[in-house]
């Protein structure tokens, strides 16, 4: 069971990550189109939309590694002190109650949408010769069916996690705020914040 | 169970309690009141804690069908799915939002250049001399680091790890230690290029440019509050923030300058220039002395290069169609912006060097203001022309005020350079490593925004552009930070975006039930001045910040607070400066406050939580405040858009 959740974690972080590189892309794009206008006076009518689609593929493809990661945010001023079943049991409800329906919903209307513009054959109409949009509205079923299997196996997890009372491990991954890399970095060890404790202690007991 | 929980509950029962009360009973409700509940729902599913945007996808699906279902049953399906897909598509397709990941990629990838030790490291010796010295380079560092990357718990953490074993050892107060790291290391959240105010303005249709420009001086104000009262206490209380020793401050200095001011000259000019003239200092190789030198000369180039280019653009020939000060990007014809690039271009970047890079002297305000003063008047048309003509006989004569300001930029470099020592020229390099390309690169990300130059977006790719720069130099860019900043950067702007989806389905769903017209026409018949609906409204965002994270409260509740401005004749930017304030605050509100919680994991452990909450309450206070300056003086914000976009 669990090599299945982590393998569908697995896909989901490998289309999530593959599709992350678009930022450096669009890095890249849009420095260059500044340039390429500014410097060269050759600005590129297709460098909107292509940034926008660059920005929307980003993002929206990106949406269930990060449900992998648990990275959505959530309100947690409660979720955090509640023991891991009643946190299971809750995300087990919403899941069904909430996520699935809208994001079955978003990938049926989104595949229907992307359909409509395979058979009209549809182009931006920002600028005149603008570059096609079926495939950047592609996007929409594929993310919304991608976050559909990883919803599907956060489910099992919350399942899991109901049975054993905690929760089933997740895949290793950067985090944003990573205290020990940030400890190496500037060379800090544990060590010398327990040496710290000496300035804390004393004032307060110099002042009782 | 804990108190936090019980916290929890009660606003939760209190959100239930007064749907109860405030709503019809079922028989009477309208779409009108099931929206208000959809509200209150709402509130309470997210503090049940599941991911807020499908939380507010679900629900906003539900509700569309429900209130197209009262219209015509027959659709409400179909019409439900096309509401869902356009308002996804809509988000995808944003020209606001599309500047978030590539700010948020420039974050990363600064945090990651690690510029922030030798950045702390350097602050502490500028400001050696100013009472509670460590907590002001503290402050300073956490103000232009988080502005830098607008990653709180990044900052608040490595701050922890920096600043608080410096500050404890120097037998700083706890409190005002743990104050000092987490205020400063909210002010990202604020002060332009910030992630909240792009999703205000893409929630609130105010321009981001706008946003940028007015929410600059405000933030410098709230720093400058935070400074102003960390100095005040240490002088009222040296034992809270005791003065370094002389021992601490002295600079070491490298062999050649220990020669140097011992032979020649203490001051750096003279000294510098007596050792390449002279054969005195035979040990002493000449290649050090110009390179010392040509950077002693540096803030005297970067004075007369703006001057220059000033005088430039004072005395520029008139033309027909020059767009005066600055237009909004896109609308300048294609010749004129390529000429206004040439100018303002170069007269953005340098001009923070001359306010800057004098920290050491007391005079170094007089020649930021004069430039600014002239630059003032260059913006203005029409502005009294007095000065002798100029060479070129088509230019027109620079005014009177450029003059004033050249010869007060001449007298400040000269004070300046009287007090330019050997130690100060250390402190110098030091900066010039880690403050000025950072200060440099924010300045000039939000210059070529604010003045028009290039759209957010096209700023914010500049911006990462200059991260990836900025960490290369540092040697810190490798495959590894890559990935890391780029999967992070994934993850975040998924977060934020994927929010946008379902809020805007929410709010749709929000709209077509008629909830809005209820509350406008609730607020309404309270018949409350513009004041009193302000005071209502901050009040109201300030108890939401408690159990809902900023993201959620733009998101969800500006569309609520927006319709209403107009019956109040207030300015939606004015408003939104004032959120952006309001749900700083947030951030140090306890017993909430994340900031708190990053800094308790890196402090030693007989520092509590309610020491690091303790100390917090003081700039809380002082956020306050200074929600209220900006609303008795608007100008502080609202003077800098007024200028550029009339």
Known sequence: MQKLLLAVDRISTFVGQLFSWLIVALTFMISWEVFSRYALDNPHPWAFDVMSMMYGSLFMMAGAYTLSKNGHVRGDVLYGFFPPRLQAGLDLTLYILFFIPGVFALAWAGYNYAADSWVINEHSNITANGPPVYPFKTIIPIAGALLLAQGLVEIVRCIVCLQQGKWPSRGEDVEEVDVEKLKEMVHVKDEDIARLDAFVVHPQESQK | ?646
């Open chain 2, 1 to 646: 169970m804990k108190k936090e929980v019980w916290f929890g509950l009660t606003i939760m029962a209190a959100v239930v309690l007064a749907a109860f009360v405030l709503l019809p009973s079922p028989s009477m409700m309208s779409n009108g009141h099931l929206g208000l509940l959809m509200l209150a729902l709402v509130v309470v599913a997210i503090m049940l804690g599941f991911p807020t945007a499908f939380t507010l996808m679900g629900m906003g699906m539900v509700f569309a069908w429900i209130a197209y279902r009262s219209q015509n049953p027959g659709l409400a399906v179909q019409q439900t799915l096309d509401l869902m897909v356009q308002r996804t598509y809509s988000v995808m397709s944003n020209d606001v939002l599309i500047s978030i990941p590539l700010f948020v990629f420039m974050g990363y990838l600064i945090e990651r250049a690690n510029l922030i030790e030798k950045l702390f490291k350097s602050m502490h010796l500028a400001t050696a001399r100013i009472p509670g010295s460590l907590a002001v380079a503290t402050i300073i560092t956490c103000a232009i680091f988080a502005t830098a990357t607008g990653i709180v718990g990044a900052v608040v953490t490595l701050m922890g790890l920096l600043a608080l074993p410096a500050m404890l050892r120097a037998g700083y107060g706890v409190q005002l230690s743990a104050g000092a790291i987490t205020a400063g290391g909210c002010l990202g959240i604020l002060i332009p290029p910030s992630v909240m105010l792009i999703v205000y303005g893409a929630t609130a249709g105010v321009s981001v440019v706008k946003l940028y420009a007015g929410a600059f001086f405000p933030g410098l104000m709230l720093a400058g509050l935070y400074i102003a009262y960390v100095i005040i206490l240490a002088k009222l209380k040296p034992s809270l923030a005791p003065p370094m020793s002389a021992e601490e401050r002295r600079v070491p200095l490298p062999a050649f300058a220990e020669i140097v001011s011992s032979t020649v000259s203490k001051r750096v000019l003279p000294g510098l220039m007596g050792a390449i003239k002279g054969k005195r200092n035979a040990a002493v190789p000449m290649r050090t002395l110009l390179n010392h030198l040509f950077i002693a000369l540096l803030p005297a180039l970067a004075v007369v290069l703006i001057m220059g280019l000033v005088f430039l653009k004072v005395t520029a020939p008139v033309e027909p169609e020059v767009p005066e000060g600055v237009v909004a990007m896109g609308s300048a014809a294609l010749g004129t912006v390529e000429e206004e690039t040439a100018n303002a271009g170069g007269l953005q970047e340098p001009e923070p060097e001359s306010g800057l890079q004098e920290p050491p002297s007391e005079e170094a305000t007089q020649a930021p203001a004069a430039s600014v003063a002239a630059e003032t008047e260059a913006v203005k048309p029409g502005a009294p022309i007095v000065a002798e003509p100029v060479a070129a006989s088509e230019r027109v004569p620079a005014p009177a005020s450029f003059w004033i300001g050249l010869v007060s930029c001449a007298v400040a470099l000269a004070l300046f350079y009287a007090m330019f020592s050997f130690a100060r020229l250390e402190i110098f390099k030091m900066l010039l490593g880690s403050f000025f390309p950072l200060a440099i690169m924010i300045l000039a990300v939000l210059g070529t925004i604010v003045f028009g130059l290039a759209t957010p977006t096209e700023a914010a790719a500049m911006g990462s552009m200059g991260g990836l720069v900025l960490a290369a130099a540092y040697r810190r860019l490798n495959l590894g930070v890559l990935k890391e900043s780029v999967y992070l950067t994934a993850k975040t702007s998924a977060m934020v975006c994927w929010l946008f989806v379902g809020s805007s389905i929410f709010s749709a769903a929000f709209a077509l039930l008629g909830g809005q017209e209820i509350i406008n026409t609730w607020v309404l018949s309270m018949d409350m001045t513009p004041v009193q609906f302000m005071i209502l409204a901050q009040i109201v965002i300030f108890l939401l910040g408690w159990p809902l994270e900023w993201t959620e409260i733009i998101v969800i509740f500006m569309p609520i607070f927006i319709p209403l401005l107009p019956h109040f004749g207030i300015d939606p930017l004015f408003f939104g400066l004032l959120v952006a304030l309001n749900l700083q605050t947030a951030f140090l509100s306890p017993p909430v406050a994340m900031a708190a919680f990053y800094l308790k994991g890196v402090s030693p452990p007989h520092v509590t939580l309610n020491q690091i909450f303790a100390g917090m309450l003081p700039f809380m206070a002082i956020q306050v405040f200074a929600i209220i300056l900006l609303y008795q003086f608007p100008a502080i914000g609202l003077w800098l858009p007024q200028l550029l976009y009339k």
